[in-house]
């Protein structure tokens, strides 16, 4: 079956970086959409960043715009996530998801996406 494993969260102080990367198996990943997502305690889960299958379409999520990159590597089957000036309000666990041919405008919406990793903490203080 389908394999999302997230790495490289951890606690770190405002203002601060990390890189959460998340390795997916036994699926077709150079055609795949993925996307990352978040929820801090006691709210849904949100979009964070999306980037299509050629990654010539990424999305992000308003809030972390000039701040978070996402990027994949289809050799490594890798997609990451660069988070820079990290604040309070990023605190959450962070999940990368996978899904197949996605329209451009669907890639930020939870329901678009078939697979789902179990998650990183991302603790900003």
């Known amino acids: 079956h389908v394999q999302l494993v997230e790495s490289g969260g951890g606690s770190v102080q405002a203002g601060g970086s990390l890189r959460l990367s998340c390795k997916i198996s036994?699926?077709?990943?150079?055609?795949?959409?993925l996307g990352w997502f978040r929820q801090a305690p006691g709210k849904e889960r949100e979009a964070v960043a999306s980037?299509?299958?050629?990654?010539?379409?990424?999305d992000y999520v308003d809030s972390v715009k000039g701040r978070f990159n996402i990027r994949r590597d289809n050799g490594q089957t890798t997609v990451y996530l660069e988070m820079n000036s990290l604040k309070p309000e990023d605190t959450a666990m962070y999940y990368c998801a996978a899904a197949g041919a996605v329209s451009w405008w669907l890639l930020l919406q939870e329901s678009s996406y078939n697979y789902w990793g179990q998650g990183t903490q991302v603790t900003v203080s």
């Open positions: 980037i299509s299958s050629v990654g010539l379409v990424t």
């Open positions: 036994r699926l077709t990943f150079s055609s795949a959409c």
